[in-house]
């Protein structure tokens, strides 16, 4: 028997070494010092799920985006490909009768099939927040400061945020009276900015006041002039609604002094189908993709059995923590070598305990001799070595 895959990783995965552990958890560790104080409390769910979970006939992520399995009874479980959807569960179950709006935030991995030649991981590194039970502007101000603040305190690297509103797209496939199947070719063209095949389609719609103004909706990017923009296209009623509520939004964000990190990006259309109003996504400096993303889902929990708005974001840590590992000092070896002549293995103990309350990286050396302590010390870069006997001398190396 051959074990051919016994020194490899699965696609879409890899191990982190080092470098890479220090730098998640300095991002991890700095974006938490942001939600806590804010009232988000953290909140773990299982990474097996049922199955169930995520195939919402409404809502629900296409099952070949899954890593499935079974239990002991037969029953079909997912590796959770999504982290909302349990927290969705965990909220209208053990969280029923908490008051609200619940401020959760959590940390956890998430596994999704990726389609190959893609080269994304199929294990990704979250941390993001919920905040469900209020419908609210002040809660999406709230959330869209957190996330602005969450990505200031772990870079100094550039960093946008892209606002839009999902709900420009549905109000203007609607008067064109699209089956969902139509809808979703429409939004996958707007998505990857497929002018030609977009305006191809467009072209052959009936109502070509809002065709025209779906073609637009890609290019509608940049600052509040393109609220007029947009205004200019179309009349209907609940677009005249929304132009007037991302005003609102941008001069709430003026007066706190974040506008000059956030852009309008009206073509945003995820395909989370949940969303139902503001949508934002993060870009950072260095980093090649998406690094945050989120918005607002008000009916995503009534397929758990309560009916609450939410809005929410999840940050990608790998990917801001490849982005940022240049800002950051790593000390690997330690700072001192503590080598216990034999018989004084105790004292060197107690001395290595001491250096460490001082504030020093302290190894205890286990070589059998001093020479060889000294030659591992030399060897991995460690300039200061304790030889422990009746007295305690220090060798620099």
């Known amino acids: ?76 479980l997912a590796v959770k490909p999504d982290l909302t959807m349990p927290i969705a569960r965990l909220a209208a179950t053990r969280l029923r009768d908490h008051p609200l709006p619940l401020r959760l935030y959590y940390n956890q991995n998430v596994y999704r099939v990726s389609p190959a030649l893609r080269g994304r991981s199929d294990e990704v590194d979250q941390i993001g927040i919920e905040l469900i039970g209020s419908g609210t502007r002040r809660a999406d101000l709230d959330v869209l400061v957190t996330a602005i603040e969450a990505m200031k305190s772990c870079t100094e690297k550039e960093f946008r945020l892209e606002i839009g509103h999902i709900g420009i797209f549905n109000a203007l496939v609607q008067a064109l009276e699209l089956n969902e199947a139509r809808k ?14 977009l305006n191809d389609q467009l072209d052959r719609m009936q109502n070509q006041a809002a065709a025209q103004a779906l073609k637009k909706l890609p290019a509608l990017f940049g600052g509040a002039e393109v609220l007029e923009e947009l205004s200019g296209l179309t009349d209907l009623p ?53 690094v945050l993303s989120g918005g607002r889902y008000d009916k995503l929990l009534s397929d758990y059995g309560m009916d609450l708005p939410a809005i929410g974001f999840g940050i990608n840590v790998d990917m801001v923590a490849r982005a940022v590992r240049d800002q950051l000092r790593f000390q690997l070896q330690p700072d001192v070598l503590v080598y216990a002549y034999p018989g004084y293995e105790v004292k060197a103990f107690r001395e290595l305990s001491r250096l460490v309350e001082l504030g020093f990286r302290a190894e205890f050396c286990v070589s059998d001799t001093s020479d060889e ?13 304790y030889l422990v006997n009746n007295d305690v001398v220090e060798v620099r190396v």
Do not use: W
């Open 1 to 76: 028997m051959t074990f051919k895959d016994r020194l490899v990783t699965p696609e879409g995965t890899r191990d982190l070494l080092f470098e890479d552990c220090i730098a998640r958890h300095t991002v991890e560790s700095s974006i938490k010092k942001v939600l806590i104080p804010r009232g988000y409390a953290e909140v773990i769910t299982p990474a097996l799920e049922y199955y169930d979970v995520f195939s919402s006939g409404h809502y629900g992520i296409p099952q070949e985006e899954m890593y499935k399995l079974t239990d002991l009874k037969g029953r079909l």
């Open 373 to 385: 302590a000294k030659s591992y010390a030399a060897r991995k870069g460690i300039s200061t070595i």
């Open 184 to 197: 979703e070719e429409i939004r996958c063209l707007i998505e990857s900015k497929n002018y030609p095949a």
């Open 238 to 290: 609940e677009i005249g609604g929304i132009v007037v509520y991302l005003r609102a939004i941008l001069a709430d964000l003026e007066q706190l002094g974040l506008l000059g990190q956030v852009t309008l990006d009206l073509g945003i259309v995820n395909r989370n189908d949940y969303y139902t109003g503001i949508v934002f996504q993060g870009y950072l400096e260095g980093a090649g993709d998406t």
